[in-house]
Nanobody, 120 residues
Framework: QLQASGGGSVQAGGSLRLSCVASGLIFGNFKMGWFCQAPGKEREFVAAIKWSGVSTYYVDSAKGRFTISRDNAKNTVGLQMNSLKPEDTAVYFC???????????????WGQGTQVTVSS
């Protein structure tokens, strides 16, 4: 299972750090991703990271503002979110899968989601 935490309410320009802890799976076997889902919208790709932590991938809107990282010793993946904008408001989900991809269907495990609200 994946357990996400760290969401909250901030003003525009603020920062949040999301964290996701994995249990019951061999963490090192999985690529990890973060997705977000705003009300009335489909779940969208935000960022992903390979096992080494060196290879990272971002949606264009997150580049330069968000940083994904992982600690394989602690079975955790994080998402540092800086310079937050109101349009970042969404529920954020962590996911684990065999591939680095933006397609939700290619991830095998999902966290329960954590709400991020950014006010203007």
């Amino acid at each position: 299972q994946l357990q996400a935490s760290g969401g909250g309410s901030v003003q525009a320009g603020g920062s949040l750090r999301l964290s996701c802890v994995a249990s019951g799976l061999i963490f090192g076997n999985f690529k990890m991703g973060w997705f977000c889902q705003a009300p009335g919208k489909e779940r969208e790709f935000v960022a992903a990271i390979k096992w080494s932590g060196v290879s990272t991938y971002y949606v264009d809107s997150a580049k330069g503002r968000f940083t994904i990282s992982r600690d394989n010793a602690k079975n955790t993946v994080g998402l540092q979110m800086n310079s937050l904008k109101p349009e970042d408001t969404a529920v954020y989900f962590c996911a684990a899968g065999p591939l680095v991809t933006g397609y939700t269907g290619r991830y095998d495990y999902w966290g329960q989601g954590t709400q991020v609200t950014v006010s203007s």
